[in-house]
T-cell receptor, first 112, second 111 residues
Framework: QQPVQSPQAVILREGEDAVINCSSSKALYSVHWYRQKHGEAPVFLMILLKGGEQKGHEKISASFNEKKQQSSLYLTASQLSYSGTYFCGTELEKTSYDKVIFGPGTSLSVIP | DADVTQTPRNRITKTGKRIMLECSQTKGHDRMYWYRQDPGLGLRLIYYSFDVKDINKGEISDGYSVSRQAQAKFSLSLESAIPNQTALYFC??????????FGPGTRLTVL
């Protein structure tokens, strides 16, 4: 039931772009994205609801493809502060207990 | 002051000992969660509670128990700690949109 994230890890130079993918084998109601910096707690980035919407947050945006049960997180013109582990969390049908199940994470390192 | 607090922040214990991790929140949220984080495995849900009278098992509840003493307090207990319970534990709350707010974490080591 845990969503699958890819890649597991990525190293970028400042200014480069990255895409992190999250996919599920089950029908999703929503996808959540969080970032965790080393030694800190995860912090919320955004939630996408089914309907194929796209959201943006500074230079970080995401999309949700309901047909594929897949979400992608786009980081453009990466900054050193983007380094951390990115988790997607998925929420199944809204009528059931809507707990969030998190993926294993994608480690992102931005170097000068 | 932090909205979600956890005590202790670090704990070293021995196999077989009973320990309790405590979580308090001032956000006024009904929903609270306990997660465990291990390298490469992400955040795995141990237990969750949608209100004071509601307790639910998560993905990995074996070996753990919880108590929801009040809307603001949610405790996690390890009845008899074992080494493979060594991990980073996070408490979280969520708002009606299911945005999760995490505490600072408790690093537990079981020797």
């Amino acid at each position: 039931q845990q969503p699958v994230q890819s890649p597991q890890a990525v190293i970028l130079r400042e200014g480069e772009d990255a895409v992190i993918n999250c996919s599920s084998s089950k029908a999703l109601y929503s996808v959540h994205w969080y970032r965790q910096k080393h030694g800190e707690a995860p912090v919320f980035l955004m939630i996408l609801l089914k309907g194929g919407e796209q959201k943006g947050h500074e230079k970080i945006s995401a999309s949700f493809n309901e047909k594929k049960q897949q979400s992608s997180l786009y980081l453009t013109a990466s900054q050193l502060s983007y380094s951390g582990t990115y988790f997607c969390g998925t929420e199944l049908e809204k009528t059931s207990y809507d707990k969030v199940i998190f993926g294993p994470g994608t480690s992102l390192s931005v170097i000068p | 002051d932090a909205d979600v607090t956890q005590t202790p922040r670090n704990r070293i214990t021995k196999t077989g000992k009973r320990i309790m991790l405590e979580c308090s929140q001032t956000k006024g949220h009904d929903r609270m969660y306990w997660y465990r984080q291990d390298p490469g495995l992400g955040l795995r849900l141990i237990y969750y509670s949608f209100d004071v009278k509601d307790i639910n098992k998560g993905e990995i509840s074996d070996g753990y128990s919880v108590s929801r003493q009040a809307q603001a307090k949610f405790s996690l207990s390890l009845e008899s700690a074992i080494p493979n319970q060594t991990a980073l534990y996070f408490c979280a709350t969520s708002d009606p949109n299911n945005e999760q707010f995490f505490g600072p974490g408790t690093r537990l080591t079981v020797l």
